[in-house]
């Protein structure tokens, strides 16, 4: 065993230590995931090739980070383990609606010809931030850089968003919050708001002409994940000149790409 031992921290000198212990770490993970029982330490070393003292110091660093549990004599992956491998699905799972989400933006940019963003609700369920954005190919277009933020009650994203709230939370909404008139057509009246944002609960989207700033039209429609959980609001943003006359048109076309895009996410 002492050759072995030898052999081995030779061989870690020659790669530098660091990797072969990560790649050592991994494969010990692997062998524990792989198996519906607790495995022994000689098991081990004999299924992974590598002296027991090794996998001994291995495995005594991660039972102190509750990755792995000693059980009889055997060894068993532990609740830190069950904890990381949710983290890193969790993480997966926001990388790939990340990527479906892009993907239907720039497809409805395309089939618009308009910018598309995607705006989330702030902490204070006051404000929307534009999280991510494709812009228009038209010289002519709305311009807002990522991580804008406006007011709900004055955009399209931020009413499609408070029509997924109960008729309860939008009223205290308008209750506490200050109505800034930001254009000459702002809406600042509570109870009109209150019943803007009911209709956008029928009708599955949201439109603004002229309510955030002169000149703008938005139509957003909310994204939704497998849980039902709000992603955001996917959001058509154009020159008012250029939407007036396709304003039927632009909510169609949200509504569609939100309902493609939350498929895509498992919603139904």
């Known amino acids: 065993m002492i050759e072995d031992e030898q052999k081995d921290g030779a061989e870690d000198a020659r790669r530098g230590g660091s990797p072969q212990s990560v790649t050592r770490v991994v494969r010990l993970l692997e062998a524990l995931c792989a198996s519906n029982e607790p495995v022994s330490l000689a098991d081990l070393s004999r299924r992974l090739a590598t002296p027991k003292s ?112 109960s008729p309860e939370a939008v009223e205290a909404y308008l209750k506490r919050v200050s109505l800034a008139r930001l254009a000459p057509g702002t809406e600042t009246a509570r109870a009109a708001l209150a019943q803007i944002v009911e209709r956008v609960r029928g009708e599955g989207y949201a439109q603004t002409v002229d309510q955030a700033a002169e000149g703008v039209t938005g139509t957003a429609a909310v994204v939704r994940d497998a849980a039902a959980r709000v992603v955001g609001a996917l959001v058509i943003a154009a020159p008012s000149a250029r939407a007036t006359d396709r304003l039927e048109e632009l909510a169609r076309l949200v509504k569609d790409e939100a309902a493609a895009i939350s498929r895509s996410l498992g919603f139904r």
């Open 54 to 165: 090794s996998l001994a110091a291995l495995l005594r660093g991660l039972a102190d980070e509750d990755l792995v549990v000693a059980t009889e004599g055997a060894w068993r992956l532990g609740p830190g383990a069950f904890g990381l491998g949710s983290a890193l699905t969790e993480a997966r799972r926001r990388l790939q609606s990340s990527d479906l989400v892009r993907e239907g933006m720039r497809r409805l940019a395309a089939r618009s010809g308009e910018t598309v963003l995607l705006a989330v609700g702030d902490s204070d369920g006051d404000m929307v931030t534009y999280v991510d954005l494709v812009e228009s190919s038209n010289v002519v277009r709305y311009s807002v850089s990522i991580g804008d933020r406006r007011p709900f009650y004055a955009t399209a994203g931020g009413r499609a968003l408070l029509s997924t709230c």
